[in-house]
């Protein structure tokens, strides 16, 4: 029996056939496929700038594959493996380091929605072509959570350990629709998690495309550290650790900056920095900056700077600068709210 798959419906749209065609499907071109055994694509191109996206769905509504990409990069391609309970399992990549010089039109037609669909169908998850592909695969516990997730290739993996479960994720970035370099990608996010939080100890590790992002470390329920890892894309960007603890009514945040034997330790209370003072190795205090709060949203900044040649403080500098120039405490505390990792988590 011939149980090939085969296009039953495509409406295509687009700004030169009709003019309302963003207005009404919020892209410049538009495109939707029906296939014979009940699954589908849509197909989507942005205006400005022209960053695209096509999904293939299954019959029962299941993410079959997506591919993507911003105008100025290569498309990524991701199709999608799930258990014998709709679980998610198979994350499946194809290298994008493959095609170049490409032309997304390629991706927008008859022919290539028939054959990429045909494609999804013909993939063995138990045998990928390492040469053409990258897969993660994602094993479940029999309490039904996940507990390790595998980069068949590399080997490498991120295993919960006892008391943790894995929360595995595949997301657009933040500026998926709005940059033309940074955007039209997914990232694979995993987050090792406690099975139960509630006042113990216990710790969250965040993980994207297998590297290390961001740790919290809690006390009695209460956060005590912090790590932000550097994001490889960045070569200057440094692992920042930041320590917590509460004295006198008041927040006390310690911060170590890579290899930096200075330390940055910021003082707050009602959610206000009241000073920053930086240390170094030996104790000496090399920078102090107090703030002083004064109405219509104006602070008054006090800041004293080392002088090496009298070893001593300098006398203060004042200015006055809006509380709205200061950093939050949620900005401060808060890993995800790091600039390195903004296309992950977001600002």
């Not at 687009?14 to 003019?19: K, L």
């Not at 990608?185 to 297998?210: A, C, E, S, T």
């Not at 009602?270 to 602070?299: A, C, F, H």
Request: charged share 30%; net charge negative.
């Amino acid at each position: 029996m011939d149980n090939k798959i085969e296009i039953t419906n495509l409406m295509h749209t687009d700004m030169r056939e009709d003019s309302d065609c963003i207005k009404k499907t919020g892209f410049m071109d538009y495109d939707s496929v029906t296939y014979s055994d009940g699954s589908y694509a849509v197909s989507m191109l942005q205006r400005a700038p022209q960053n695209w996206l096509i999904k293939y769905v299954d019959k029962d509504g299941r993410l079959m594959a997506t591919i993507s990409a911003a105008s100025e990069n290569e498309p990524q391609r991701i199709v999608y493996g799930y258990d014998d309970k709709d679980r998610l399992k198979y994350i499946l990549q194809f290298d994008i380091n493959l095609r170049r010089d490409f032309d997304f039109t390629e991706e927008r037609c008859d022919s290539a929605y028939l054959h990429f669909r045909l494609a999804i169908d013909s993939l063995d998850f138990s045998r990928p072509d390492t040469c053409r592909h990258k897969l993660a695969e994602i094993e479940y516990s029999n309490e039904g959570y996940a507990y390790k997730v595998e980069d068949r290739a590399s080997g490498k993996k991120i295993t919960a350990p006892t008391g943790y479960k894995l929360n595995v994720s595949v997301d657009p970035c933040v500026c998926f629709w709005e940059s033309d370099i940074n955007g039209g990608f997914y990232y694979l996010k995993v987050d090792v998690v406690p099975l139960k939080k509630g006042n113990g100890d216990y710790f969250i590790k965040r993980f994207v495309d297998f590297k290390p992002t961001t740790e919290e470390y809690y006390q009695n329920g209460q956060l005590v550290k912090t790590v932000c890892h550097p994001n490889p894309n960045y070569p200057d960007d440094v692992k920042i650790t930041t320590s917590c603890k509460r004295v006198n009514g008041a927040n006390i945040y310690s911060l170590q900056f890579g290899n930096s034997t200075d330390t940055l330790i910021s003082t707050w209370k009602d959610g206000l920095m009241q000073e920053e003072v930086i240390k170094s190795k030996w104790g000496t205090v090399l920078n102090v900056k107090r703030y002083y709060y004064l109405p219509l949203g104006k602070v008054k900044e006090e800041e004293r700077r080392f002088d090496f040649k009298e070893k001593k403080l300098k006398s203060a500098v004042e200015k006055i600068i809006n509380i709205s120039d200061l950093l939050s405490e949620d900005d401060l505390i808060n890993p995800l709210k790091n600039d390195s990792w903004w296309n992950v988590y977001g600002e």
